[in-house]
């Protein structure tokens, strides 16, 4: 075809493939040129997520829930609520399964925890302290990690995990060497203390006053609440217990984190066990009703809901619900409390995080 028979429709075709051609050839071109930095910078971005903890925002008191749940829910990591602020980490209870929470939840650096406080030794809340020292002493923990606890047996527990941790710290220390993976750092160092009547400080830094004090969950030795107080806000972790006789000592409290059991479900659990001809599980669902905080008042039995009548409080949060809180029948009792209660109430979930914002009375739940 002459150049004079093209039309002015078939020149503008041919310019608009050509530019195409040049714009596709530059682009395959710089792409060549580039692959390996987008390649870099797209692998990046996929091991930011699980090695870089971004700054979280100064002089928001945050609690995180990284365990929730009790030995008879074993697929729910147990009882441990971290309290973060100004990238410092306070963790209260270690119960299994929380240190995964813990790394997953993605705001929380564990090289930043400064303490460690156990409300008691059942298992369910000590059993990751092992898997705790040791994510914190991987991500470039400085120093041993204290352990605060009441009683001689928060000794026994931590030169127990020490000891059973000891083969891992030499295979690690052996493997990258002292001066990287600092032995003494890996280890967990008990902070012991004796309540009496009142409320004890126990430890404060820059960020946190934190307080013990008794609570009634016999026959466990050392069972200890938490009031820990950040600037103007405050919470108050009940740890196990039963229903406290008064409940002045919270007046004022932003965010209390109790325990709950449903004594008449879990009574109804232990008869239904028996029927079934399971005589141990039957036991333990009767025992359990005696050192745990019931949460609605039945017969002569009192429950958290008429204890709190009264209580200045800005939010209660339910924890360690017995029986397992997604039971329905379980469900329906928490419905019943919520409603009655004259308290704003919600039931704690693993990696809920509750923020207070200091100077302000804000309560804001993600």
């Known amino acids: ?13 041919y310019v608009v493939i050509s530019l195409l051609t040049i714009m596709l050839t530059t682009i395959i071109v710089v792409i060549s040129l580039n692959f390996e930095t987008l390649k870099n910078n ?13 700054p979280n925002e100064n002089d928001i008191l945050r609690i995180v829930f990284t365990g929730v749940s009790t030995p008879l829910t074993p697929y729910i990591a147990q009882q441990s ?19 995964a929470n813990f790394i997953s939840e993605g705001s929380l650096e564990a090289a930043n925890i400064e303490a460690v406080f156990i409300t008691h030794t ?19 923990r400085t120093l041993p990690l204290p ?19 000891k083969p891992d710290r030499d295979h690690r220390t052996a493997h990258h060497g002292q001066e990287f993976f600092v032995p003494e750092n890996g280890l967990l160092q008990a902070q012991l203390f004796e309540v009496n009547e009142n409320e004890l400080l126990i430890f404060e830094d820059e960020n946190v006053q934190v307080f013990a004090f008794n609570v009634p969950h016999g026959p466990i030795h050392g069972s200890v609440g938490y009031k820990i107080i950040s600037g103007d806000r405050s919470v108050v972790i009940s740890g196990d217990t039963d229903v406290m006789n008064s409940y ?28 079934l001809g399971n005589e141990r599980i039957s036991e333990i669902f009767n025992d359990i009703n005696d050192y745990h905080a019931n949460l609605i008042d039945y017969e002569d039995n009192p429950g958290l809901l008429s204890r709190l009548e009264g209580i200045e409080l800005g939010l209660l949060a339910l924890i360690h619900i017995i029986p397992d809180k ?6 329906r009792a928490l419905k019943k409390f919520s409603s009655q209660s004259s308290h704003d109430v919600v039931v704690a979930e693993i990696n809920m995080v509750i923020s207070l914002p200091l100077n302000t009375k804000e309560i804001i739940i993600k």
């Open 1 to 13: 075809m002459r150049l004079e028979e093209l039309s002015e429709k078939s020149v503008l075709k």
């Open 42 to 54: 797209f692998f990046d971005r996929q091991v930011e997520t699980l090695t870089i903890i971004p």
């Open 81 to 99: 609520v971290v309290l973060s602020i100004n990238n410092k980490n306070y963790v209260f209870d270690a119960g299994s399964r929380s240190t």
């Open 122 to 140: 059942h298992s369910d809340h000590i059993g990751s302290l092992g898997e705790l020292i040791l994510a914190s002493w991987a991500r470039g």
């Open 147 to 165: 352990v605060y606890g009441a009683g001689k047996e928060i000794q026994n527990v931590v030169d127990g995990f020490n000891l059973a941790y």
């Open 248 to 275: 002045d000592f919270i007046n004022g409290v932003d965010v209390l984190i109790h325990e709950a059991i449903i004594e008449p479900v879990s009574t109804a659990v232990s008869q239904s066990a028996k029927r």
């Open 326 to 331: 997604d039971n329905v029948i379980v469900k």
